[in-house]
């Protein structure tokens, strides 16, 4: 899958005619799903790709990181993504939008969006103008409507909140997958060494949607391999930490991972983050944790949920 990250890039590059999806994607959750499905449908006839931006913090925080939301659109069949900076495009009008990157650029011959989408210079272009001018340039353009979770609308905002407060399995039938996170894996102070469970240290960048904190049954991708796994979100409030960070304890895995980007997987919270008196209780606590978290994470290993593309 290409990707291109600025207009100048696309150049000729774009073997058309394309069927172009249009949308942030900053989840890909069964919403966005909808949409990018029914344009990938066309990859018989033509080019599948995608017309998204790069992190836009308006939006609010990142659910995914770039590397996973372009391995899902790639899973799901597009050829290329057109990712780009806001700024490049602010200023075009929606007829600029229009013929100019979409007809002209992308060679879009079909354009798929949902129906609550704007564009333009102050997002002053909606669906209605879209379909109007693609129909007079004989391109076909098709909507998807709403998606629901328990009589609540999809959305990115949604799930964020469902992140922050730890809802871990409302976050998965919204998503169509679990939450998971794949960052670099770092040096930490190797105290989970001294307590018998040596854990994978991953911190939290800026920008991105963290969730509540506390302990979660998780499971860890390991070459190719599904792990059970537990993991505490937090702080470390009983040896301290200057920064949040998702420290996983992968039941059976020996091996040395760090600068790896390794897949980890929230399946169920818990508990929440506690300070304890020594590390004796920590321990304790620790062994606990994994039992629980071990015996959930292989149901969800053997009912195969992790790659729904």
Known sequence: ?????????????????SAVALGYFDGIHLGHQKVLCSTAAFASIMTPCVFTFGHLPKKGAMILSPQAKYNALEKIGFQAV??????????????????????GAMGARVVCCGNNFSFGKDAAGNVELLIEQCDKAGVS????GQVTYSEQRISSTAIRAAISQGEMERV?????????????VIHGRQLGRTLDFPTINQAYPAGYCIPAFGVYATAA???????PAVT????KPTVGSDRVLAETYIVG???????????????????????????DALKEQIAKDTASAKTISEQYIQKDIFQPF
Do not use: W
């Open 82 to 103: 057109v990712s780009l900076d806001f700024a490049e495009v602010r200023g075009l009008s929606p007829l600029a939008f229009i013929h100019d990157v979409l007809i």
């Open 253 to 279: 895995c020996q091996q040395q991972l760090y600068g790896e980007h390794i897949q980890v997987y929230f399946l169920r919270h818990l508990r929440g983050e506690i300070k304890f008196e020594n590390l």
């Open 172 to 184: 998965r039938r919204m998503m169509g997958r679990p939450y998971s996170i794949d960052f670099e």
């Open 232 to 235: 505490n979100v937090g702080v």
């Open 1 to 17: 899958m290409e990707i291109y990250r600025s207009l100048a890039e696309i150049g000729n590059h774009l073997p058309g005619p």
């Open 221 to 227: 991708l390991v070459d190719g391999v599904y792990l």
């Open 141 to 144: 353009v098709l909507t998807a």
